[in-house]
RNA sequence: GUGGGUGUAGCUCAAAUGGUUAGAGUGCCGGGUUGUGGCCCCGGAGGCUGAGGGUUCAAGUCCCUUCACUCACCCCA
């Protein structure tokens, strides 16, 4: 018979790869929880038009990768393609707007789009969310950024590049928006066929096309920045401060556009070469009326996603934590002395000394190898003399030496070496 | 959705122009020591060569179809 399989673009994430998940995980914990962040569980499961009105209609995301079911043939339901809509959604729906003035979120949980996978793109992919609902005051903006690298600096990431930019907010963008079309008009004929397409669907993606011609054109076009009002500026200018007081390195790319449609003034993304073509590991910004947008109070936020695959793949494999190690493995030849590990391993595991041992009754030797490769310290031997005797080996396998010791006080000793 | 690449042992890979029984390394199991790991030596298990069809005296190899994986486009984390 044949083995079913995974679904196209869902994996199975085995060990050792769960430690190094966990380790992100936790260090995520750790640092967000000094910032003063609380973790918030949210569905996989929303409302379609929760979507569709928060991550907007015309987005691809909505159009086109979205895993939407009918529930019993009446409700429109999507597994979520993206954290943010949710827990604004459950912000509202729990009020936690009247709660405190400054609400700090984060969680962590699988997404779903329906796209063709690739490197560093999967159907079901991790993401940590973090979210700041509230305040639009830059310093919120560089705070976040600077705990996003801080972050990733606590996991060891090097040669990451920290873009910024704004994309101005719901004054000065529509004029952006307007002149970028018009100057995309007159040289329509120029450009490449996705470019004229994006001109109706979504013109500052034309920023970001990779066909040669059309970055020729796209250079004389006219600059976000330009036509960015005087307040989007100096809150700019302001995230960019607080930044160089921290010394934390960036450029700013005025060419980058975000897919999701409901960012405004600050947006950033981090980069690394070595992912291929998705290069892009996190990506988030400020959004000053999605919380409006979705039925709540005129609130500003900002917030940001980490792709978990592509961060994980970033990290070295790490080498076998000796910590992991067992610290005893218990050898048993014969019936009644598996009978007697049996005991004994299970007792010391419950005292906290991670044991390792073999129901198999297999010869002393496999089971001594079986000891060595994992690296066990210590290797307990009880053989038929032994039970009958009641004693057994302890061998120290770094040393090859072993001695005698007598099973009754076995536990306490054991205790006290491993203390 | 559109292109390109690759499918042989658990894993990494071999098998010249089609030609006998598809091999190696590694891993796994066992032995070399009456009950003692690493190094070394020996042995064993493990494959419908992704699947289906075709050409041929003969197909892992050539052709077609299909599936899977993969990289890229699109888009995004």
Known sequence: MEIITAVKGFKDILPPETDKW?????????????????????????????????????????????????????????????????????YLEHTLHAVESVTRLFTIGPMFRRERP????????????????GPDDPRTDAELILMLMHFLDRLGLKNLTLEINSLGCDECRPTFREAIVQFLRGTEKELCEDCRRRI????????????????????????LMDFVCVDCREHFTQVEDRLTLFAIPYTVNAKMVRGLDYYTRTTFEVK?????AQNAIL????????????????ISGIGFAIGMERLAALIPDKEKNPADSPF?????????????????????????????????????KSQMKR???????????????????????????????????????????IMKIAR
Do not use: W
């Open 22 to 90: 966990r380790h992100i995980e936790n260090t995520a914990y750790n640092v967000f929880r000094t910032f003063g962040f609380s973790e918030i569980c949210i569905p996989l499961i929303e409302k379609t038009e929760l979507f569709r009105r928060g991550i907007g209609e015309s987005t691809d995301i909505v159009e086109k990768e979205m895993y939407t079911f009918l529930d019993r043939g009446e409700e429109s339901l999507t597994l979520r393609p993206e954290a943010t809509a949710s827990v604004i959604r459950a």
């Open 118 to 133: 690739q490197k560093g793109r999967y159907r079901q992919f991790y993401q940590i969310d973090v979210e700041i609902l």
């Open 200 to 223: 109706g669907t979504n013109p500052l993606r034309v920023f970001d096309c990779k066909v040669e011609k059309c970055g020729e054109i796209i250079s004389q076009a006219p600059r």
């Open 272 to 276: 690394t070469e070595s992912l291929g």
């Open 283 to 298: 990506g988030g910004g400020r959004y000053d009326h999605l919380v409006r947008d979705l039925g709540g109070p005129d």
């Open 328 to 364: 005893l493995f218990i050898a048993a030849i014969g019936d009644k002395a598996v009978d007697k590990a049996f005991f004994l391993s299970n007792r010391l595991r419950m005292r906290g000394i991670r044991v390792e041992t073999d129901y198999s009754g297999r010869s002393l």
């Open 371 to 413: 000891a060595d490769k994992l690296k066990s310290s210590f290797v307990l031997i009880i053989g038929e003399r032994e039970v009958s005797e009641n004693r057994a080996l302890f061998r120290n396998m770094h040393t090859s030496s072993q001695e005698e010791i007598g099973l009754d006080k076995l536990e306490e000793t």
